[in-house]
């Protein structure tokens, strides 16, 4: 028996960090039940890499076919690997390609697939672990029924262990069958950390009092390496895309550190942030809601501690080059 985890990677071939944490998760997992960890990856530039974080056999195939995601080959694939390898736990990220073929290979393997995992397994009679529901705000113990388990582990909830092994390297061949959907066209945007991928997320809202004002945003998300989001007022006034809508309504944040500058923290925008590990918070408001679930906060105006802030982390950042 063994552990099976989906390595996923970025367009370049390069891991994605989620990838590096589900395996460090797995290993923890690996330790404790005498089992081996196994990954699957698809065209990694450096597969090795994987070694470096408890992974014993890495499974790489440079098959073309899996340049792009296809969630009817990608699933086959791993319920492939998981029946030869003899496999009883599969790992997967909570990222959205993860997320869409949990269901589909749950059917494949006859397995049970939990989301949002936070925290190791247990193994009584069956296995049970800890995930979050309710957006965050609560969690549950779930046990699996089924002998085969997919555990999809919530982002930025288990961090990156180094565990060096000399790990056995294999170059596979899958049978794929041709792709049903074509892909026309993928558009990106370059140059930027996005919400889903950032360890750091730095997020105004209407205390900025124009868009003409968000360099204050973009400028500390460069300094930091973070991605910028908004509250759902400032996307709902065509300040910023609705993409960058972070919140119960818009896109969940699990990030490491999170810095709200001039959102008040209305009850749906902290569901969807409260699963970051450090929340940081600027309003000219002593009173702003956002106060009483920070863990560390200013009270002042955005326009000058800000760009003081982005002056001294500059500064810090020379200091240390």
Not at 237 to 247: D, F, I, M, T, Y
Request: with cysteine; aromatic share 8%; charged share 25%.
């Amino acid at each position: 028996m063994g552990i099976l985890i989906f390595a996923e990677t970025d367009d370049k071939g390069n891991f994605k960090k989620d990838a590096l944490e589900i395996a460090s998760y797995a290993f923890e997992i690996a330790s404790e039940t005498n089992q081996n960890v196994m990954a699957l990856c698809f065209n990694a530039l450096s597969p090795e890499k994987l070694s470096n974080y408890g992974v014993k056999k890495i499974i790489n195939s440079k098959d073309e076919k899996l340049r792009n995601f296809d969630p009817e080959i990608y699933s086959e694939c791993i319920a492939e690997i998981f029946k030869n390898e003899n496999c009883n736990i599969l790992v997967l990220s909570s990222s959205s390609n993860s997320k869409y073929i949990g269901g589909i290979l749950s059917v494949k393997l006859e397995a049970g697939y939990i989301t949002n995992v936070f925290s190791k397994p247990t193994f009584e009679e069956n296995l049970s672990v800890k995930r979050n529901t309710f957006t965050n705000k609560a969690f549950e113990e779930v046990e699996c029924l089924k002998s085969k388990s997919i555990l999809g582990l919530s982002k930025n909830s288990f961090g990156l262990k180094e565990n060096n092994f000399n790990s056995e390297y294999i170059d596979y061949n899958f049978e794929t069958a041709d792709a049903k959907n074509k892909i026309n066209s993928v558009e990106k945007v370059s140059n930027k950390v996005t919400i889903a991928d950032a360890d750091i997320v730095v997020s105004g809202g209407r205390g900025l009092k124009g868009p003409e004002n968000w360099h204050l945003i973009e400028n500390l998300a460069e300094v930091l390496g973070g991605a910028t989001a908004c509250s759902k007022p400032v996307s709902d006034l065509g300040w910023r895309p609705h993409s960058e809508h972070v919140g119960q309504t818009g896109k969940p944040v699990s990030s490491n550190l999170y810095i709200a500058i001039g959102i008040s923290g209305a009850i749906q925008h902290l569901a969807g942030v409260n699963s970051s590990k450090t929340k940081v918070v600027i309003n000219t408001d002593p009173e702003a809601p956002f106060f009483k679930a920070a863990d560390y906060g200013i009270v002042g105006d955005a326009f000058e501690i800000v760009p003081e802030l982005i002056n001294k982390l500059k500064n810090f950042k020379s200091a240390n080059d």
